[in-house]
């Protein structure tokens, strides 16, 4: 469900990768809002590029497995760490 | 018809008008004779401003006490509404703007028949000419050896207008103390004054270094690099993140920036010994 949530609510951030680190900064429609911005390591940046609306957690945890020198129970570790994180972000009025 | 250039930053902007019309005297020295090909023009019309306001509200520029302006979407383009700041319940301009920012027809009020850029409508016009190209505007102050340009740039109180105060008195050419332009052009970026409620000549200088400075007990900086660099030039931009694409621009062109441009963190002591540690600080 979650990762529905995040999904839905990406089209909603600009996004660009600096030197490996994804800087994500959401639109708003007050100037107040504007300095709000966001930093997600490579591995951060590697889960937020697989939601894609189609992979569920454990799809994604596999892909982390596969693409990262880090065993099942860690990548689940991180995911959940990255879902919190996000979803504090995405939720945030 | 009347008609005025304005070049800022190297951009023209042309204001056509059958009313006779004036500028500010923080415009007056930025208006030029050529009449080369307009980044941006303004059309000024004198018509009754029509206090109705549209409900597709995309972005509002407020504070606590005071409404700035707010856009709305409307059929081919944007509705820009301008709230006085004196009496905030008065309209002082409304703008219909087309898709590309590039034809603004401003309805001015009469009594802004000699101030027709007034604040904000003026530092609205160089944003949306700043996102059509390869060029920011920001918060800060920038000095100018002759050669090197540095900017100074950081929140309200860290002390741009302090550290520029300071390299004046080292005989530093001071570009602006509160809002710039830095700009592409070719290899270089350059940072460029704009229009201010007092009047100053056009300035430019080759940008670099970008110096994010805070107050401290001593001086102290730190390079910085990649992301962490790049999110906080931007806190310091002028943005109006409703659109993407307007984000999108000032994330990559600061990504290219500071691939180019050294950054740092710098806590500065309010006198000249700042100036003595920057130059000699082997950065």
């Not at chain 2, 006085?84 to 002082?92: L, V």
């Given at each position: 469900m979650i990762l529905k949530k995040i999904f839905k609510q990406k089209s909603n951030f600009a996004t660009r990768n600096i030197n490996g680190e994804l800087v994500l900064v959401p639109l708003k429609n007050n100037i107040a809002d504007m300095t709000e911005m966001f930093v997600l390591n490579e591995l951060g940046d590697f889960i937020w590029n697989n939601i894609d609306g189609i992979n569920d957690e454990n799809k994604i945890i596999k892909l982390i497995t596969e693409n990262f020198d880090i065993d099942e129970n860690t990548a689940r570790t991180d995911f959940n760490e990255f879902i919190k994180k996000i979803e504090k972000v995405i939720l945030k009025p | 018809m009347n008609t005025k250039i304005l070049s800022i930053a190297g951009f023209r902007i042309k204001i056509k008008s059958d009313l006779l019309f004036n500028l500010d005297e923080g415009h007056i020295p930025f208006i030029v004779k050529e009449d080369s090909n307009e980044d941006i023009l303004v059309e000024l019309y004198d018509k009754d401003i029509i206090n109705k306001i549209p409900e597709n509200k995309i972005f509002e520029s407020a504070n606590d006490k005071l409404k700035i302006f707010a856009i709305f979407k409307i059929e081919d383009g944007y509705k820009i509404i301008i709230y006085?700041?004196?009496?905030?319940?008065?309209?002082?301009q409304v703008a219909y703007v087309d898709e590309d920012f590039y034809n603004w027809k401003v309805i001015i009020s009469e009594e802004l028949i000699n101030d027709a850029l007034k604040y904000p409508l003026g530092p609205l016009l160089l944003y949306y000419l700043t996102i059509k190209n390869e060029a920011i505007m920001i918060h800060g102050s920038a000095v100018s050896d002759g050669e090197k340009g540095k900017l100074f740039t950081g929140v309200s109180g860290s002390g741009k207008t302090t550290i520029a105060s300071i390299y004046r008195g080292s005989g530093y050419k001071i570009i602006n103390d509160d809002r710039l332009i830095i700009k592409k052009d070719g290899n270089n970026y350059y940072i460029y004054n704009t229009p201010m409620y007092y009047a100053d000549d056009p300035k430019k200088t080759l940008l670099t270094s970008v110096n994010l400075i805070y107050h401290s007990k001593e001086n102290i900086s730190e390079r910085l690099k990649g992301a962490i660099a790049v999110t906080n030039i931007m806190a310091n931009c002028i943005q109006h993140s409703y659109n993407k694409r307007y984000i999108q621009h000032h994330l990559d062109f600061l990504s290219e920036l500071c691939n180019k441009i050294p950054v740092y963190k710098v806590g500065f002591k309010p006198d000249k010994s700042i100036v003595e540690f920057l130059n000699n600080d082997k950065r």
């Open positions: - | 006085n700041q004196q009496d905030n319940n008065k309209i002082q």
